[in-house]
Structure formats: structure tokens, C-alpha cells
């Protein structure tokens, strides 16, 4: 101990003393100095020493974190500068291109919202590509390989035991897949009236809106026949044709989730290129303005919902990958055969032959919880993954991020954002920042109402449409608890324990979506109604039915 006294100070050896032994407990010592007493075996020196190594080490943790917290946050402004700058060199090539007026700038600054605040496409590949280098994440890849493998031996063997021979039918997946020549045929209905219509009115309006006198009647006329079109081609032929024709679910998905999609596509095409034509002077052409018809073909191909007239491209196709991709949405599609055959049908068919009881129920959604899973996890890779990478490789297409590490989300409101970034992007310039614009930036909290309606409104016309029935289980899931969740697991939460609990409530919904959902199913085929009315068409049938 340091002695400051009228001696000045002293150094650490000097200040101890040795207690007389008269002094039996020290005490005296203690008062008269101050000092601590240090025996003659230097015990108390040494403790000193190993608590002042320990406190080092501590703040040394403490300053390592501080200073990866820096690094990274500098690191990621870098990174987002960088991006912002070669932005600005590409919009800075173009203006040099195109030049435009002083007059026309400040229009175009006042018709949509800042460049710098749209989003950038730069070259990344998607984040599965990346773990999957590392040996550890592909050994998890492997066991969903192993995994597959049981499955269909299981299968194999108990078809074997029952039936006598092996059964390779596959049956659910030619009932789900029904009626596929009128799906294709429909489709390219679709596909080719949003390649046609779009563009033309477009062309037809910007050829007209810079030199003429009446430009607000122009705009609404050409506003009202692209709304015409998009209910009666995009939004009642598609659904038409499958409640008409009585499509499986498969079938459904595939034009209900198309429709969606050319939707969303043609409203950005529309949208990013009107304020162009808004901001031309009247003495200007609309060459100007109006995409080439080859840039529109690319983007409805594009696995992107964000229009831009050119996006970043890679040198080459590997086709190896492209069948690699493919390969792998066929091995999930058979995954989920399995599992619907092995683990969902068995146990959905026996629960919704009795009557309600609760015990079974909770005993259903428990045990729901693992396919329901997996599914998920099924759905994300082939589609998310697989598909858009696929698309992308064959068009070259550089911007590989249609998701973000979901998984390790510590709030619904992150995952949310990392989910399908795709999706997300739209939602945020289209509906988000669009009411943000309208609204003067005032109601961001309904802002957030809308895109959460808009996307459970989606998401349950897109299920009642394919399974055949109004059964709200999702929309709820979103505009109750998924609203609640977003703003009590926000992003301030960021501890592992918030990760758990994300995790556990998503497994849990995925048990109360599949057992629910599969209840009514089997209900609707049970218990049909002949002339329902509109009241029955509303009211779950696996409430009331008791086969």
C-alpha cells in the first residue's frame, strides 16, 4: 500500500511493514499507519497482484469489444458510402447521356423521392452460397440430405409391408400438379398481356403528356385503362380460371403467386418511369423517357420487383449451377412429398374424423410443429434460394441478396426485413415510403398499418383462392400477433434469449397454421354443402362438422 504522508510518497515494497509480534491481531499497526499487514510469505502481495491482472484483462475485453463495435460501424458507413458514390457516378453517366435542365431536376427531385434513398444493385452473391464454402454449414446441408434419405426408405418400406411391392406412384404430387397444360395456357395469357400493355400505354402516354395542354386528363384516362387491366387480365381471369376450372392446390399456387408477381412487376415498371416523363419539358421527345421494349422484357424476368433500366450483370452463365439450382427445388419438391405423406397426412385425416377435443388438439399442434418446419425451411430454400438463383444466373443478373440472415434475428421487425427481401423492397418504396411521401412524413405508425394490411390481405387471398376456402388463420397471425410482436420484439431487443423466443414462436405458429388449416381441408370434403350461401362461405366448416 502507497503511504502518502509528510514524507512524500513511497514505493509499494518500502510501505510494508512487519507487525511486532506483541501486536497479536494488528490492529494497533492498522490504526497507527494505515497499512495493511503483509505477512512474510507475501501472500497478500500476491492476491494484490492477481485481482490487478484480472481488472487488466476486464477492461482489455472491454476495450476489444468498443473497439469491433467501431470498427464494424465504420467499416459498414465505408461500405454504404461506397455503394451511394458508385450510384452517383452511374446517375452522374446518365445525366451526361441524357442532359437535363435545371427546371427538369428540380421537378424530377419533387415527383419521386431522392436518388441517393432508392435502392442500389450491386454484385453479392446470395449468403447460402457463402455459408455453404464453410464446412461446418454443410455438414447441417448433408444431415437435410440424410434426413430426405430415411424418408423416402420409410416410405418405401412400409408401402413394401402393406401393398406387397414398392410403390412409386406419387400420387399427391400428380393430384397437386393437376391440370398443368391449362395452367401454362393461362399463364401465357398473362405473361404476354403484361408484356404488351404496360408498355404500350406508357409509350402512348409519354408520346402525348409533354407536348399537350390537357395533361391531367391524359394522365387519369391512361391511369383508369391500366387499373381496367390490371382487374380484368391480371386480377379476374387468373381467378376465374382456377374456381372455374376447380385447380388442385399446386396449379393454384403457381397462377395466383404469377398474378401477384406480374402485378407488382408492371405497377414498378409504371412507376419508376412516370416521373421521367413528368419531368420533361414540353419541347422533349419521350425517347428520352421511355425504356427500351428489350430492358422491360429483361426486368419481368429479372428475380427482382424493383424496376431499373439496366442492373449490375456478371460476365458469364454458369450452367452447372443453373442445374444445380434446379436439381435442388426438384429434391425439396420431393422432400415435401414426404413429409406430407409420412408425417402431415396420417395425423391430419385421424384428427379431423372426431370431434373437437382439446386434448388432441394441443397434441396435434405440437406435433404439427416439426413439419411445419420443415416445410419452411423447404419453401425458403427452393424458392428464395434456388429458384431466384437460378433465374439469376441465366440472365446474368448480379444482385443475389433476395434474403438476409433471418435466422439470426432477434426481433419479428428484423425478420420481417431479412424474410424475402425481394418482397420487402417493394413494400417499402411502394407502400411505405409512397404514404411517407403523400403524407408529408407524418403518419409513419400508419404507414406501418398499411404494409402489414396490404401483406396480409395478399397473403390470405392467395390461400383462400388456392385451398378453396375463407379461413383467416394467417391474417389474423399477421394483423394481431405479427403487429404486436413487431413493435414488443423490436429492434432494441438483441440478446440470444430474443433469438429463442423468435424461434420459438415461429415454430409454434407453423404448428397452429398447419393444424388449423388442415382441419377445414378435410371439412370442406367431409361435410360439403350443396347451394352454401354467402354465410357458410364465411363460416369455418370444421366447426360445425362431425363426420
Known sequence: ???????????????HKVVPSSDQD???????????????????EVEHIISTKLQLKKKAEHLKADLMRQFDTQVNEFMDSLIEESASLVSSHVSTVFPL???????????????????????RRSLLDDLFEVNHIR?????????????????LVVDFIDEGRLVLEFDLLVY???????VVVTWMCMFLSTLVVPYILLSVWASVYPTSSHRALWTVLAGSLLLLYQGLCLG???????????????SCFILILEQVRLIMKAHSFIRENVPRVQSLERSKTNSLAVPRFTQYIYFLFAPTLIYRDNYPRNPCIRWGYVATQFSQVLGCLFY???????????????????????????LCVFNSILPGVLVLFLAFFAFLHCWLNAFAEMLRFGDRMFYKDWWNSTSFANYYRTWNVVVHDWLYYYVYRDFLWMTQKRFRAAAMLVVFTVSAVVHEYVLAICFGFFYPVLFCIFMCFGMVFNFILNDRRKGPIWNVIMWTALFLGQGVQGVLYSQEWYAQRFCPIQEPSFIDLLKPRSWTCSP
Open 26 to 44: 494488528g490492529t494497533g499497526a492498522e490504526r497507527a499507519t494505515g497499512e495493511v499487514p503483509c505477512p512474510s510469505n507475501g501472500t497478500v
Open 139 to 155: 455438414t447441417i446441408y448433408h444431415m437435410f440430405i440424410a434426413l430426405l434419405i430415411l424418408f423416402i426408405f420409410s416410405t
Open 1 to 15: 500500500m502507497v503511504n502518502e504522508g509528510a514524507g512524500g510518497p513511497r514505493s509499494r515494497r518500502g510501505s
Open 176 to 182: 397437386a400438379f393437376g391440370q398443368f397444360p391449362l
Open 336 to 362: 415435401a412429398y414426404y413429409i406430407f405423406v409420412r408425417l402431415c397426412i396420417p395425423q391430419f385425416r385421424s384428427i379431423s374424423m372426431q370431434l373437437f377435443d382439446l386434448r388432441a388438439m394441443v
Open 101 to 123: 435542365s435545371d427546371k427538369e431536376k428540380s421537378k424530377l427531385r419533387h415527383t419521386r423521392p431522392p436518388q441517393g434513398q432508392s435502392k442500389q444493385f450491386v454484385i
Open 236 to 250: 379476374f381471369l387468373p381467378t376465374y380460371v382456377v374456381l372455374k376450372n376447380g385447380l388442385p392446390p399446386a
